[in-house]
């Protein structure tokens, strides 16, 4: 099983509420990144890409192409 610390847990929680932000609104990147408490929008691209496996901008346009 894999281990989760609090902070894993607490990033893991950011994510996903960046992916909600990523696909139901139109916020930029930074701002979503900036809301979820990321030092910088880099920090957050690279994190979220460790995560979910492409960056916030792929994930954004995957979505957007998809439900069109």
């Known amino acids: 099983a894999l281990e989760l610390h ?3 847990i607490e990033v893991c929680r950011k994510i996903g ?7 139901n609104t139109s916020l930029p990147i930074g701002v ?3 809301k979820l408490g990321f030092n910088d929008h880099c920090h957050f691209s690279t994190t979220f890409k ?6 916030p901008t792929q ?9 069109s």
């Open 6 to 8: 609090g902070k894993d």
């Open 17 to 23: 509420e960046s992916q909600n932000l990523l696909m």
């Open 32 to 34: 979503i990144s900036e």
């Open 50 to 55: 460790k995560y979910i496996g492409i960056t």
């Open 59 to 67: 994930y954004r346009q995957h979505f957007r192409n998809s439900s």
